[in-house]
C-alpha cells in the first residue's frame, strides 16, 4: 500500500513496484491494480504472479532471459474482478 500512497501523493514519481500486492487477499490486489493502473504515473511493477502482468497490462520484462515482451491491453477491471473465483 506504500506505493499506492507515495504515487497518489507524488503522482510524477516513477517508483519500482516491488511486490505490490503479494500481502493482499484477492480483493484487495483488484483494489490495488486498479489503483496504480490508473494512476497515470508509468511504474516498474515487479511481480511473482504470472497473471499479473497480464491484468495490469504494459510490457514485461523477464529475468534472467532479459527478453521484453509487450502485452496485449488488459481487460477491462470490472470484468477481472467477476471473473475471479
Excluded: F, N
Aim: with cysteine.
Amino acid at each position: 500500500m506504500s506505493t499506492a500512497l507515495r504515487v497518489t501523493l507524488c503522482p510524477y514519481i516513477c517508483d519500482p513496484a516491488d511486490e505490490p500486492t503479494s500481502a493482499c487477499d484477492p480483493v484487495s490486489t483488484k483494489k490495488v491494480e486498479k489503483a496504480l493502473k490508473g494512476c497515470g504515473v508509468s511504474l516498474i511493477w515487479i511481480t511473482h504472479d504470472p497473471e499479473q502482468p497480464y491484468r495490469v497490462g504494459g510490457s514485461m520484462l523477464e529475468l534472467p532471459t532479459g527478453r521484453i515482451v509487450p502485452l496485449p491491453p488488459p481487460p477491462p477491471l470490472s470484468k477481472a474482478v467477476a471473473e475471479q473465483p
